[in-house]
């Protein structure tokens, strides 16, 4: 039998749009990051306790995944753009790959914090 919950529903979809942006799933005021990936221990707003979902490497993986598929046009854009220097190839796939991944990381970082609060999945100490 499933016991009921005993918290309000937390509304998903608006949990990860918010974390999305860096702000509070709970209030969508509060910052949710201290500098570039930190977690803040618990939202200067509303003082929700984020500091207790742990993402650990879960952004990590979907960022991989979502550069990993954004490369194929990028690659391919920059396949017509220097058909003949494969230097400059790598070199400007490199700098691409890596300012997605740096763009992208936050994101994800941020949903996927938001996802867990939205789910009440608190780190349990394992
Ligand atoms: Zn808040």
Redesign the pocket.
């Known amino acids: 039998m499933v016991t009921p919950m005993t918290h309000p529903e937390r509304d998903q979809q608006q949990a990860v749009l918010r974390g999305t942006f860096g702000k509070?799933p709970?209030?969508g005021?509060?910052r949710m990051f201290r500098g570039y990936l930190q977690v803040v221990p618990e939202?200067a707003?509303?003082g929700?306790k984020l500091g207790l979902y742990r993402a650990a490497d879960g952004p990590a993986f979907f960022t991989m995944t979502i550069v990993l598929l954004l490369l194929i046009p990028v690659i391919w854009i920059g396949w017509t753009i220097f058909p003949d220097d494969p230097l400059m190839l790598m070199l400007s796939l490199c700098a691409v790959t890596t300012i997605i991944t740096l763009v992208l990381l936050r994101l994800v970082k941020g949903a996927f914090v938001a996802f867990l609060w939205a789910n009440e999945e608190r780190d349990r100490g394992a």
């Open positions: 509070c709970n209030c005021e509060g939202c707003s509303c929700e």
